[in-house]
Nanobody, 119 residues
Framework: QVQLVESGGGLAQPGGSLRLSCVAS????????MGWYRQAPGKERELVAT???????NYADSVKGRFTISRDNAKNTVYLQMNSLKPEDTAVYYC?????????????WGQGIQVTVSS
């Protein structure tokens, strides 16, 4: 059974940085897309960034130029480097690994990790 485990969250000051990591435990086959999503209190979950197996990236407009997503396929790990953090980045962040085009198909989510940006 595959589980995604996030780490690196916590409290940061405005303008500060945090680096999130998410690693898959168990056997997982050729992850197509890895991504980070977030959900702030009272809001719907939203996409933050995604990265394909060939490292093509996509970012929400609100984080472009501040956040960087990267992946290590050998370690089944995805990272999110968050710089110039703002209070509006406060949310629970979720990682996502999916493979939908080919069998075996899957769509795994992490349990979520809190990121709080406050002075």
């Amino acid at each position: 059974q595959v589980q995604l485990v996030e780490s690196g969250g916590g409290l940061a000051q405005p303008g500060g940085s945090l680096r999130l990591s998410c690693v898959a435990s168990g056997t997982i086959f050729n992850i197509e897309a890895m991504g980070w999503y977030r959900q702030a209190p009272g809001k719907e979950r939203e996409l933050v960034a995604t990265i394909s197996r060939l490292s093509s990236t996509n970012y929400a407009d609100s984080v472009k130029g501040r956040f960087t997503i990267s992946r290590d396929n050998a370690k089944n790990t995805v990272y999110l480097q968050m710089n110039s953090l703002k209070p509006e980045d406060t949310a629970v962040y979720y990682c996502n690994f999916k493979r939908l085009a080919l069998s075996p198909r899957y769509d795994y989510w992490g349990q979520g990790i809190q990121v709080t940006v406050s002075s």
